[in-house]
């Protein structure tokens, strides 16, 4: 009942994914809602998961193995301290459940933080929101991080694979070849300016940031992953910008998707199928860079942000 009734709980907040093929429906069935798919879009999104992964799911592990890595750096930051707990937005252990497990083990102060740099209302706050109203109503004392995306050590981790990416992108170009860098994120409704939400202007400094370290001067912002409902969704999409590039005169380009921070569906599929096929299609060079998954410098920054979370929560 009180295993760790004497440690902080971290919980780690992401989308969630699947764990198998049989598990979609259920999962596409909660993103909409309660209402489940047409057999037509369930079998899109079961071909795109099949396409990427031939019906062996290793995403779901990526996320596990985040999990794992943040505690095992703040045991290594700050021993005996900290127990991590997962929360998925649209898969099982769901957010309510990593705060009842919370509960469950005596836990009563707790940090949340979501494994994406980046605010928005839409995203990392609906997150915090189902975790802050779920620990008050269980007595847990939890405090949430909105945003890290200006922290020295993903800067650094970023900056490492953009220029890794340029090296790559010149050997498949061709040395003499400019490479043109596209930073991207996941693409959100329109209406998040009106809102004066900071997610466009956080990946902007975050990009900006990230090209000024690698010396990149060539570089643009684009979108990519927009939902499909009636509503506009921020761009240009990707697939969109492709094509205005050519007309450039831009022969190659490294895309490196911030927005992300480990290989699922919108960077395996939209990015590594969609757009390098598009790339083909305009006769253009694309590489991606590699994505963060455990690496060592973004599993710091999010230890020393929970850390430099809790200092502050109970100065509060």
Same mark, same amino acid.
């Given at each position: 009942?009180?295993?760790?009734?004497?440690?902080?709980?971290?919980?780690?907040?992401?989308?969630?994914?699947?764990?198998?093929?049989?598990?979609?429906?259920?999962?596409?069935?909660?993103?909409?809602r309660?209402?489940?798919?047409?057999?037509?879009?369930?079998?899109?999104?079961?071909?795109?998961?099949?396409?990427?992964?031939?019906?062996?799911?290793?995403?779901?592990?990526?996320?596990?193995?985040?999990?794992?890595?943040?505690?095992?750096?703040?045991?290594?930051?700050?021993?005996?301290?900290?127990?991590?707990?997962?929360?998925?937005?649209?898969?099982?252990?769901?957010?309510?459940?990593?705060?009842?497990?919370?509960?469950?083990?005596?836990?009563?102060?707790?940090?949340?933080?979501?494994?994406?740099?980046?605010?928005?209302?839409?995203?990392?706050?609906?997150?915090?929101?189902?975790?802050?109203?779920?620990?008050?109503?269980?007595?847990?004392?939890?405090?949430?991080?909105?945003?890290?995306?200006?922290?020295?050590?993903?800067?650094?981790?970023?900056?490492?694979?953009?220029?890794?990416?340029?090296?790559?992108?010149?050997?498949?170009?061709?040395?003499?070849?400019?490479?043109?860098?596209l930073?991207?994120?996941?693409?959100?409704?329109?209406?998040?300016?009106?809102?004066?939400?900071?997610?466009?202007?956080?990946?902007l400094?975050?990009?900006?940031?990230?090209?000024?370290?690698?010396?990149?001067?060539? @570089?643009?912002?684009? @979108?990519?992953?927009?939902?499909?409902?009636r509503?506009p @969704?921020?761009?240009?999409?990707?697939?969109?910008?492709?094509?205005?590039?050519?007309?450039?005169?831009?022969?190659?380009?490294?895309?490196?998707?911030?927005?992300?921070?480990?290989?699922?569906?919108?960077?395996?599929?939209d990015?590594?199928?969609?757009?390098?096929?598009?790339?083909?299609?305009?006769?253009?060079?694309?590489?991606?860079?590699?994505?963060?998954?455990?690496?060592?410098?973004?599993?710091?920054?999010?230890?020393?942000?929970?850390?430099?979370?809790?200092?502050?929560?109970?100065?509060?």
């Amino acid at each position: 009942m009180s295993k760790h009734k004497d440690k902080i709980g971290v919980l780690v907040m992401s989308y969630g994914t699947p764990q198998s093929l049989e598990d979609v429906e259920a999962y596409y069935t909660h993103i909409r809602r309660g209402h489940p798919p047409t057999e037509e879009q369930l079998a899109e999104l079961k071909g795109r998961y099949e396409a990427i992964v031939g019906g062996v799911f290793p995403l779901r592990e990526n996320t596990d193995g985040q999990v794992a890595g943040l505690q095992d750096k703040l045991e290594q930051l700050a021993p005996g301290t900290y127990v991590c707990y997962q929360g998925l937005k649209h898969a099982q252990p769901y957010i309510e459940d990593g705060v009842e497990q919370m509960a469950a083990d005596g836990i009563t102060e707790a940090i949340g933080i979501v494994l994406a740099p980046h605010y928005s209302i839409m995203s990392v706050g609906s997150y915090n929101k189902r975790a802050l109203e779920k620990a008050e109503n269980l007595g847990i004392a939890l405090t949430c991080i909105d945003s890290y995306h200006m922290h020295p050590k993903l800067l650094q981790a970023l900056t490492d694979r953009v220029e890794a990416g340029l090296k790559l992108a010149a050997e498949s170009a061709g040395e003499e070849t400019p490479v043109k860098v596209l930073f991207s994120a996941h693409s959100l409704p329109v209406r998040i300016r009106e809102l004066g939400d900071p997610y466009e202007q956080q990946l902007l400094e975050t990009s900006g940031a990230v090209a000024e370290a690698a010396g990149v001067k060539d @570089w643009q912002f684009t @979108w990519q992953s927009a939902g499909r409902t009636r509503e506009p @969704w921020l761009g240009p999409d990707i697939l969109e910008t492709l094509p205005s590039l050519k007309e450039e005169g831009v022969q190659a380009v490294l895309v490196a998707p911030i927005g992300f921070v480990s290989d699922h569906l919108e960077v395996l599929y939209d990015l590594d199928l969609e757009a390098k096929e598009e790339a083909r299609r305009l006769e253009m060079t694309l590489e991606r860079i590699a994505m963060l998954n455990r690496d060592p410098l973004y599993m710091e920054t999010l230890a020393e942000t929970v850390i430099k979370a809790t200092t502050a929560g109970r100065k509060d």
